[in-house]
């Protein structure tokens, strides 16, 4: 059996890369919060705004430790 291990350095090396998407994911989903009209699968990926705080949140959390 197989066990991945969670590698920080990954993560720091991409750092400011997860923060623009996940930036643009909660911007995304203002939008819709607001009431702006968009295409279907517009609306479908601003669905995924709390997975960009949640991104937010541990990569911002990262930099600080």
Same mark, same amino acid.
């Given at each position: 059996?197989?066990?991945?291990?969670?590698?920080?350095?990954?993560?720091?090396?991409?750092? @400011?890369?997860?923060? +623009?998407?996940? @930036?643009?994911?909660?911007?995304? +989903?203002?939008?819709?919060?607001?009431?702006?009209?968009?295409?279907?699968?517009?609306?479908?990926?601003?669905?995924?705004?709390?997975?960009?705080?949640?991104?937010?949140?541990?990569?911002?959390?990262?930099?600080?430790?």
């Amino acid at each position: 059996m197989s066990v991945s291990r969670f590698c920080v350095q990954e993560i720091s090396h991409y750092r @400011t890369k997860l923060m +623009g998407v996940a @930036t643009l994911l909660v911007i995304l +989903g203002l939008f819709v919060a607001n009431g702006v009209v968009m295409p279907g699968w517009m609306e479908s990926l601003c669905g995924l705004a709390s997975v960009g705080v949640d991104i937010f949140l541990l990569v911002s959390g990262l930099g600080l430790w």
